[in-house]
């Protein structure tokens, strides 16, 4: 059975991207005394319903009752060798703590802001995030299609998708119209994907339907790397720290934190080796794949023994021109979020939580930015993204 919550939203400590407890365990490890903050970003400036910060925060309150279960703990110590048995010890006694959460409204605005020790704060983003996605469209009355229908779309998307013969992994709990969707929607992926369908990133799901839990690490890893060791440095030891502690495990790295021509400089011979391939989350996709090939041509590493993860806001259209470029030229695979989890006859969310600031030890605050590859995924103060592309060398910090 899994760990039960029966009166929220929320009822499994599982029901979380994978990446996020690959990162806590290595933070527990490595950086056991750092703090961070988070905030939410309204990026589809959505207005929020009258009273809908109390609705959110009983929400976040109840999941202090949550508590992985004996089954969940078992599933973790089967599947996932690389994770260390005193991280699964550790997280068989979490619980989260509704204080490290502040949230406000004023008027339609919503506000909320997470901080405390980061091994602790990193569970949070996800979940929050996805009860602000079903609480909205649940509080508005912004009701979905039927079950029926939700099934039928997303057969018709994976059969597309098994015709170019691409793999295919389901990212969609952050922005999820509701959980029952996102349910639904994998169990029908299982069912209609077959070997094509690689996957889930969720993983109270993955261990529901027996798939693979998918990911490796955010864009708040290498944040918290540039707070401690400086932009420049951020990239490689982001890289190198990962590398210590998984040995070869969840090697697919994420490219555009610092824009990926910065992470290229850092991403050598070494790391290229090392690491399985990169993951796209901003930018022309094209762009990012020619330049990723030229990467590992430069380095004499042939390019079909490495693997891109497209997972920047895909469609299928989307992923038929990606298709028709790489085939031949890199192996890829597709992770569809919002497309697959919110495809229901609502306007899908446009939300996001990212790290703002980052205390090492014995430190004091730091901001931290997020620059990807295009300006509108920007985050952070104005004044810290021009001073960090200063230091990067980009555009002398305009």
């Not at 703090?35 to 939410?40: L, M, N």
């Not at 989260?96 to 406000?104: A, F, G, K, L, M």
């Not at 330049?291 to 992923?319: C, E």
């Not at 990606?322 to 229901?344: E, H, L, P, R, Y």
Request: charged share 25%.
């Amino acid at each position: 059975m899994a760990s039960q919550n029966p009166q929220g939203i929320i009822t499994s400590m599982l029901d979380n991207d994978f990446y996020k407890f690959t990162m806590q365990n290595t933070v527990i490890k490595l950086f056991p005394y750092a703090h961070a903050k988070y905030r939410f970003i309204n990026r589809g400036n959505h207005e929020f319903p009258e009273g809908f910060a109390s609705i959110l925060q009983e929400e976040v309150d109840k999941m202090a009752a949550l508590k992985l279960s004996q089954e969940e703990y078992v599933y973790l110590q089967k599947q996932f060798s690389f994770l260390d048995p005193t991280y699964l010890d550790f997280l068989k006694g979490f619980q989260y703590d509704s204080s490290e959460v502040e949230i406000e409204q004023d008027g339609k605005n919503l506000e909320v802001h997470i901080q405390g020790l980061w091994y602790r704060t990193i569970l949070w983003e996800v979940p929050i995030l996805s009860l602000i996605s079903e609480l909205y469209y649940k509080v508005k009355k912004l009701e979905r299609r039927s079950d029926s229908s939700v099934t039928a779309v997303v057969r018709t998307k994976m059969d597309r998708y098994k015709g170019l013969g691409v793999k295919i992994a389901e990212f969609g709990t952050r922005r999820r119209y509701s959980y029952w969707v996102q349910d639904l929607v994998i169990n029908t992926l299982k069912m209609q994907g077959g070997n094509n369908f690689s996957g889930t990133s969720n993983v109270a799901l993955a261990k529901k339907y027996g798939v693979k839990a998918i990911g490796t690490h955010a864009h708040e890893w290498f944040m918290f790397h540039a707070a401690k060791y400086g932009y420049k440095m951020a990239n490689i030891v982001a890289l190198e720290n990962w590398v210590d502690v998984y040995r070869g495990d969840l090697g697919i790295a994420l490219s555009d934190t610092y824009t990926s021509d910065v992470f290229f400089e850092s991403f050598d011979k070494k790391f290229s080796k090392l690491f399985d391939g990169v993951r796209h989350d901003s930018g022309d996709p094209i762009v990012f794949a020619k330049k990723t090939i030229r990467h590992y041509q430069k380095l004499n590493i042939d390019p079909l023994t490495k693997t891109i993860i497209f997972s920047d806001a895909l469609t299928p259209d989307k992923v038929v021109e990606i298709t028709a470029f790489c085939k031949g030229k890199i192996q890829m695979s597709f992770g569809i979020g919002t497309n697959f989890t919110n495809d229901v006859g609502v306007e899908p969310m446009n939300i996001v939580i990212k790290m703002s600031d980052a205390k090492p030890k014995r430190k004091k605050w730091m901001p931290v930015v997020k620059l990807s590859d295009v300006a509108g995924k920007y985050t952070g103060t104005e004044e810290e993204i021009k001073l960090s592309k200063i230091i990067l060398g980009l555009e002398n910090g305009n």
